[in-house]
């Protein structure tokens, strides 16, 4: 007995690659890979040669997009509300706080969060007015 474990002409673990070894895609059609949506793969593009090194190769640079700069804005927004979770449970203590007749108490953490959204909202809210302003001004003929 032989330790041979094919059947026949096949292999018993599968077949690799086109049934020809030397079967070339660029001369056989059917053995091309079909390309999504006329996209080409990445590849090494070669650029001039210095004098003295052959073998500089560079490759093409991928697209910056809106997802990957979402990606990125959402990652730093998880990480300053990890920091502001933190400076909040720090600051526990009770502050009193006195706003013309009303007056409270609140832990200092929160209300210097409540300050820090005011002042956001006094940023935001006129500078969102004016960039409406300037859009509808850019939309006239």
């Known amino acids: 007995m032989s330790d041979d474990r094919r059947g026949g002409d096949s292999p018993a673990w599968g077949r690799v690659g086109p049934e020809d070894p030397t079967a070339d ?10 390309d999504p949506a006329g996209e080409q793969p990445t590849v090494a593009v070669p650029v ?24 990125a804005a959402l990652i730093l927004s998880a990480v300053v509300l990890i920091f502001l979770l933190v400076f909040i ?10 706003f013309l007749w009303l007056s409270g108490t609140l832990p200092t953490g929160v ?3 409540f300050a820090a959204i005011a002042g956001i909202l006094l940023v935001a809210v ?16």
């Open 25 to 34: 895609p660029a001369t056989q059609p059917a053995l091309r890979t079909p």
């Open 89 to 98: 449970l720090q600051n526990t203590g009770p502050v009193v706080i006195n």
């Open 48 to 71: 001039e040669e210095p004098a003295g090194d052959d073998s500089t190769t560079v490759k093409r640079a991928i697209p910056h997009t809106r997802t990957g700069g979402l990606w």
């Open 111 to 113: 209300a210097l969060l």
């Open 126 to 141: 006129p500078g969102t007015g004016r960039i409406l302003q300037l859009r509808r001004q850019a939309r006239k003929p």
